[in-house]
């Protein structure tokens, strides 16, 4: 499908957001500004779906488990089933807090004109991100957008520069944390399973263990995040749960420990009736993990379509609260055409525009298998949990980007000792390229014959030194990824604040 023809359809897509959207308004003499923020909002949703669903699917893809196609059907699908079943009702009109709703002087239409730049703001950003292959958090973008919007309104003083330093936190926790447990749990699977003289014996116990704590760690993060906008309908029909405003670490875990039981039981005699057929190798290992991958990609998109939609709703929804009651308000209704425009606009963008991205995590910062890829999927999952337990600031892409980045350099790591090896080898030819220079050197002139054989001779010692220094140059993780990516992670909040600034002068200029 030709570029041309993709934008085409983001734009079809938009402009029937925008459309509905002016059918709403009647005769609200600033219905202009709703049908602009559909506009945007469904520009958003798009670049969501093209850049952060790729975390939830590229893991899965760059270990061979899924298809490009398999993957944006699966993302697709549960993106918005997600966004639109768990979604939630309501939303906070000022994303994190972050800035005082005193900025806006208590005028809907300079709120309007805020969350309008917000939202463009976010979605430019995120589309340059997605160009330049540079997955980036969708969260922060948005945090940028209201932020440089709302100092264009109020100052500097209206922010909370508390919750800023916390999200400024994240850029390090998030990937860190996300790392160290993705190696932790390859380096388990190596040592308890890959480095066994019985590898098969050895998959028999750990797969149905490791499944089953992949599946407690899954419906522990998808009670905690996909269901918490829900929860209270959910306790409504299930009375005998929690009625707590949204569920619990508690009954997380207690969800989470009897699916990972039942998951247990249930994979244990697959496993065993599998491996009878699989060769002693890890090649064929990595095929007891494929089918939890697919699962795990599923309930990634499930959760972050009911979590994340609200980065292009949420803006959309207050715009839309602001017009209709004519003030600000610090929460708003989502109704459902606007949830819609956000579950339905992450499917539209993935689908056109998310192969890119994911490539870029799957195959593109370092080689992934299924054990691998499983690995990351854990991490994507359990850090999530922990960290909204401890109260840490963190970010899903940096999580997931960050897993990656920790199985890269695990491998590097438990390769030092290959390493050190290619080191003696090109010490041992560069001695030999030594010598043939010297001999080279003092051939006399007159011996053709002879130096025509150590010119040979020097040209091939130069090629095998080449090619062992090539090799140990060769770093499990590109380094040139991790550089892009992380200067992508740390001026998205300023540049969309300041894209978000400019949007927002450019559109109060505009309507004076």
């Given at each position: ?5 993709k ?6 897509f938009?402009?029937?957001?925008a459309y ?11 219905g202009?500004?709703l ?11 798009m ?26 059907i ?14 939630g009702?309501v ?11 005193t900025a ?17 703001a ?5 589309n340059?991100?997605t160009w ?9 973008s ?7 919007a ?5 100052g ?5 520069w ?39 014996a ?6 149905p263990?490791?499944?089953?704590i ?17 929860w209270?309908?959910?306790?409504e029909?299930?009375s ?11 009954v ?10 039942i998951?247990?039981f249930?994979?244990?005699?697959r496993?065993?009736?599998?491996v009878?057929g699989?060769?002693?190798?890890r ?6 993990f494929?089918?939890p ?9 499930f959760?972050?379509?009911a ?12 715009v839309?609260d602001?017009?209709?009651?004519l ?5 708003a ?20 525009f ?13 080689e992934?298998?299924?054990m691998?890829a499983?690995s ?10 922990i ?6 600031p ?12 920790g199985?890269?350099f695990l491998?590097?790591w438990?390769?030092s ?7 003696e ?9 030594k010598?043939?220079k ?9 011996e ?13 010692q130069k ?37 978000s ?12």
């Amino acid at each position: 499908m030709g570029n041309i023809f993709k934008v085409i359809l983001g734009a079809i897509f938009a402009i029937a957001a925008a459309y509905y959207a002016n059918t709403l308004m009647g005769n609200n003499p600033n219905g202009t500004f709703l049908v602009v923020a559909a506009l945007f909002g469904a520009y958003m949703a798009m670049n969501i779906g093209a850049n952060d669903v790729a975390n939830n699917v590229g893991p899965a893809v760059g270990a061979g488990a899924l298809t490009i196609g398999g993957a944006i059907i699966i993302a697709s699908i549960f993106e918005a089933g997600g966004a639109l079943i768990a979604g939630g009702d309501v939303v906070g009109t000022i994303k994190k807090g972050i800035i005082a709703p005193t900025a806006f002087g208590n005028d809907p239409m300079i709120f309007v004109y805020a969350m309008s730049a917000a939202l463009l703001a976010a979605a430019l950003w995120l589309n340059l991100a997605t160009w330049l292959k540079a997955p980036v958090s969708t969260t922060h973008s948005i945090v940028g957008g209201v932020l440089g919007a709302g100092v264009a309104a109020g100052g500097l003083a209206v922010v909370s520069w508390g919750t800023m330093g916390k999200i400024v936190a994240s850029w390090i926790i998030s990937p860190v944390l996300g790392g160290a447990i993705a190696a932790s749990f390859l380096y388990i699977i190596k040592t308890t399973m890959i480095n066994k003289e019985d590898k098969i014996a050895a998959a028999k116990k750990i797969v149905p263990i490791l499944v089953a704590i992949m599946s407690a760690a899954f419906i522990t993060y998808l009670t905690l995040k996909g269901l918490k906008h829900v929860w209270k309908d959910i306790t409504e029909v299930l009375s005998f749960l929690p009625h707590t405003k949204k569920p619990t670490i508690g009954v997380g875990l207690t969800f989470g420990l009897i699916g990972g039981v039942i998951t247990f039981f249930i994979v244990k005699p697959r496993v065993a009736s599998k491996v009878a057929g699989l060769e002693n190798n890890r090649a064929d290992l990595n095929k007891l993990f494929t089918i939890p991958l697919i699962f795990a990609a599923a309930l990634l998109s499930f959760a972050h379509g009911a979590n994340d939609v609200a980065n292009a709703v949420g803006p959309l929804a207050a715009v839309n609260d602001a017009l209709t009651h004519l003030t600000v308000s610090k929460k708003a209704a989502i109704p459902l055409w606007v949830m819609v425009i956000g579950g339905l606009g992450i499917a539209v963008g993935l689908s056109l525009f998310g192969p890119r991205l994911i490539k870029t995590v799957g195959s593109e910062i370092t080689e992934l298998d299924q054990m691998r890829a499983f690995s990351i999927m854990m991490a994507a999952a359990i850090t999530v949990v922990i960290a909204s337990q401890l109260g840490l600031p963190v970010s899903s892409t940096h999580i997931a980007v960050g897993a990656v980045f920790g199985v890269g350099f695990l491998r590097e790591w438990l390769d030092s000792k290959n390493m050190q090896e290619k080191q003696e080898a090109l010490y041992k030819e560069v001695e030999k390229l030594k010598a043939l220079k010297a001999q080279l050197k003092a051939c006399p002139d007159e011996e053709a014959a002879k130096k025509l054989e150590l010119i040979n001779a020097h040209k091939n010692q130069k090629r095998v030194v080449k090619k062992i220094k090539k090799a140990i140059r060769e770093n499990y993780v590109k380094r040139g990824m991790v550089k892009k990516i992380i200067a992508a992670w740390i001026i998205t909040v300023p540049a969309a604040a300041a894209l978000s600034a400019i949007i927002f002068f450019v559109i109060k200029g505009l309507a004076a």
